[in-house]
């Protein structure tokens, strides 16, 4: 039973590229996350779906975009990256919005 | 937005106990997690608390007071393996989970 996977586990990146990140869960979970976390600010939330084809948006979504096309899959994607997305990314999920969240294991992103 | 706070930095020696304390102010509230999770790890779970009162799981307890926003997690007889930071999380009225900063504990030996 895999859970939550991330890919890429870490990446570097030029500034104004653009780049998806990915996230897959095989627990048929309705809800995922995306958060990043940076030193001393933890974890916040970028987007949410609640269920598929559903999104919103969450605390710092500015630069960033989701698509929940199917339960499983739950792509973030940085449409031009600059140097203060650098952070890592925690992709999550749960049941439903009343669970506990599962978290994958991260990519690391660093933006030049 | 919400304001969760919790201490940066704690040691404690192992064998000994811990008290990690949490303070919230939020919109709503549906909830507060407790989550571990070791350096270059992700966050697993811990503990779930909705009700006034204490929960325990083992060498984990977790404490709620909700009237004055306020929770801990306790760690008993503690082991080298629990040197880790412990996230406070609290879900709002949206059902949306923040996150405190979270709190390095060290076990020395």
């Known amino acids: 039973i895999a859970g939550i996977t991330q890919a890429p586990t870490s990446q570097i990146l030029a500034a104004g590229r653009r780049m998806t990140l990915r996230c897959t869960q095989d627990?048929?979970?309705?809800?995922m996350y995306w958060y990043r976390q940076d030193l001393g600010l933890g974890l916040r939330l970028i987007h949410y779906?609640?269920?598929?084809?559903?999104?919103g948006k969450g605390e710092v979504p500015d630069g960033y975009s989701v698509s929940r096309a199917n339960t499983d899959d739950f792509p973030l994607t940085l449409a031009s990256a600059v140097p203060s997305q650098t952070s890592v990314y925690f992709c999550?999920?749960?049941?439903?919005?009343?669970?506990?969240?599962?978290f994958g294991p991260g990519t690391r992103l660093t933006v030049l | 937005g919400q304001n969760i706070d919790q201490p940066t930095e704690m040691t404690a020696t192992e064998g000994a106990i811990v008290q990690i304390n949490c303070t919230y102010q939020t919109s709503g509230f549906n909830g507060l997690f407790w989550y571990q999770q070791h350096a270059g790890e992700a966050p697993t779970f811990l503990s779930y608390?909705?009700?006034?009162g204490l929960e325990e799981k083992g060498r984990f307890s977790s404490f709620l007071s909700r009237s004055k926003g306020y929770s801990y997690l306790l760690l008993k007889e503690l082991q080298m393996k629990d040197s880790a930071s412990y996230l406070c999380a609290v879900r709002d009225g949206d059902y949306k989970l923040s996150f405190g900063a979270g709190t390095t504990v060290t076990v020395r030996a």
């Open positions: 627990m048929r979970h309705n809800a």
């Open positions: 779906s609640n269920t598929a084809g559903t999104t």
């Open positions: 999550a999920s749960s049941e439903g919005t009343a669970n506990e969240q599962f």
């Open positions: 608390n909705v009700l006034d």
